[in-house]
């Protein structure tokens, strides 16, 4: 599979967020990565509903909407209702997480699961198969723009493990520090989808950024 790049929208200015969701329209991008915090998961707030659906109304490519939030079961629906095309989940937030697994399928979403940097692939063993992306945290969730976590390396050689010979669609999606200067390492290492916030956003040309992470030189 080629590698996806999902941007972060949590980087863009929300003053101006049409402009930001056109600029990824009109790039390279594949998905448009929409993170939402709670304050109680990550000690962080992001948004909700209001900004979600005013994504979804400009969007041209498909939301892939990550929660990092407790019990997300409670709102996996309103996510679908209001445009998500795949939607991610928290190992550590879910107590009965194939049943959430569940649920989102149900709704006609690609469902993802989420790793902290501190949790082990191997926890996923008795779901893999009912997966259809997993998240690797390469930093600790709730802000952008933090130092991408070097054992994170390890966790797709984990996974690959985990997978080998049973799950070759599987979408592999790495989330945090991601940029220029480490995508041809990521992609080698496994990943094939590269969720990007500050490196595209604080750069001057943010779809030649985007450019770049789709066709590492
Ligand atoms: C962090 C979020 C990320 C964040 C990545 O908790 O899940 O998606 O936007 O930001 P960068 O790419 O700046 O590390
Ligand atoms: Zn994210």
């Not at 590698?3 to 600029?23: C, K, R, T, W, Y």
């Not at 005013?54 to 079961?73: F, G, Q, R, S, Y």
């Not at 992306?133 to 802000?143: E, T």
């Not at 490196?199 to 985007?210: H, L, M, T």
Request: proline share 5%; hydrophobic share 40%; charged share 20%.
């Amino acid at each position: 599979m080629n590698h996806l790049v999902s941007p972060s929208i949590l980087a863009a200015d929300f003053g101006n967020l049409q402009h930001d969701i056109e600029l990824i329209n009109q790039s390279e991008a594949d998905w448009i990565h929409v993170d939402v915090m709670d304050g109680m998961f990550v000690p962080n707030i992001s948004f909700g509903f209001p900004v979600m659906e005013a994504v979804k109304k400009h969007a041209a490519k498909p939301l892939d909407v990550h929660l990092m939030i407790v019990d997300p079961d409670r709102y996996i629906k309103e996510f679908h209702d209001r445009g998500a095309n795949g939607i991610t989940v928290h190992y550590e937030a879910c107590t009965h997480l194939h049943r959430t697994v569940q649920s989102i399928k149900e709704l006609g979403c690609r469902a993802g699961v989420a790793l902290n940097p501190h949790t082990p692939v191997a926890l996923l063993e008795d779901i893999i198969l009912d997966l259809d992306l997993v998240l690797i945290m390469s930093v600790n969730p709730g802000f952008g723009g933090q130092k991408f976590i070097g054992n994170t390396y390890k966790k797709f050689a984990d996974l690959k493990r985990l997978t080998s010979g049973r799950k070759e669609d599987l979408y592999i999606e790495v989330d945090g520090g991601v940029g220029e200067h480490n995508v041809k390492d990521l992609v080698s290492a496994g990943a094939n989808v590269l969720v990007a916030g500050n490196s595209v956003f604080s750069a001057a040309e943010p779809s030649s950024v985007i450019k770049n992470l789709k066709n590492p030189a």
